[in-house]
């Protein structure tokens, strides 16, 4: 599975910024997808994840009510709208995959993503 994410940006704080994520080399709909962000010397952190469906997602308390997290199978894409930003959520963003054979559930541990895009940076100023 090759994933390739786009859509950063430098913004200031309390503007918008929709990060997308396409993928390729299997059945899009056979993966749960999920947004993660790594800031300079923190570890990697879950944003968001989204089921096969995509009638069930989960978000981290830091950007829950500001972030979706969305899909469109027929496209092969996932997506994360991110609005009223903060300088804190300053980093790299990857989008990850996992095959499951489960329609419903997903995954909020990095450690278990089995596919993992290239990234894009998002800067918000204050």
């Known amino acids: 599975v090759q994933l390739q994410a786009s859509g950063g940006g430098l913004v200031q704080a309390g503007d918008s910024l929709r990060l997308s994520c396409a993928a390729s080399?299997?059945?899009?709909?056979?993966?749960?997808m999920g947004w993660f962000r790594q800031a300079a010397e923190k570890e990697r952190e879950f944003v968001a994840a989204i089921s096969r469906s995509g009638s069930s997602t989960n978000y981290a308390d830091s950007v829950k009510g500001r972030f979706t997290i969305s899909r469109d199978n027929a496209k092969n894409a996932v997506y994360l709208q991110m609005n009223s930003l903060k300088p804190e959520d300053t980093a790299v963003y990857y989008c990850?995959?996992?095959?499951?054979?489960?329609?419903?559930?997903?995954?909020?541990?990095?450690?278990?993503?089995?596919?993992w895009g290239q990234g894009t940076q998002v800067t918000v100023s204050s």
């Open positions: 990850a995959a996992y095959g499951n054979f489960y329609y419903n559930t997903y995954k909020t541990r990095a450690n278990e993503y089995e596919y």
């Open positions: 080399g299997r059945t899009f709909s056979s993966l749960s």
